[in-house]
């Protein structure tokens, strides 16, 4: 087991709220960010924009070994676990992507307003 405070609170709350073993805490990159990437794949809110509900197992799957940027490529912007790991992705690729986002929901908003 990791031993540093951090760690150990997200091995806890991994263990305690998701019933993760302790070989799955051990992954590369395992902490808060791999827990916050669970449990927003395994909102059941998701259902109701049409999104699937991860189960416990298949939220682990797809964030295990990510660093905090690649998560919150795969949890926030539906990328694959290919997508995030290609080489330089990385905070400035979420911020393109973040931009790319808010143009075309601007976009989307001016064109509503004008129909």
Do not use: C, W
Not at 50 to 77: C, H, I, N, P, W
Not at 83 to 105: N, Q, Y
């Amino acid at each position: 087991m990791k031993n540093n405070k951090t760690d150990l609170i997200a091995q806890a709350k991994g263990f305690h709220r998701y019933g993760l073993t302790i070989e799955e805490m051990e992954v590369v990159n395992f902490g808060e960010h791999t827990l916050a990437g669970i449990a927003f794949l395994t909102n059941p809110s998701r259902a109701i924009n049409g999104q699937k509900v991860f189960s416990v197992k298949e939220a682990f799957e797809a964030v295990a070994g990510l660093d905090a940027v690649q998560a919150e490529g795969v949890t926030r912007y539906s990328l694959s676990r290919e997508e995030v790991s290609i080489p330089d992705f990385g905070a400035r690729t979420l911020s393109l992507i973040r931009a790319l986002v808010l143009a075309e929901m601007a976009k989307n908003d001016q064109e509503a307003m004008t129909s």
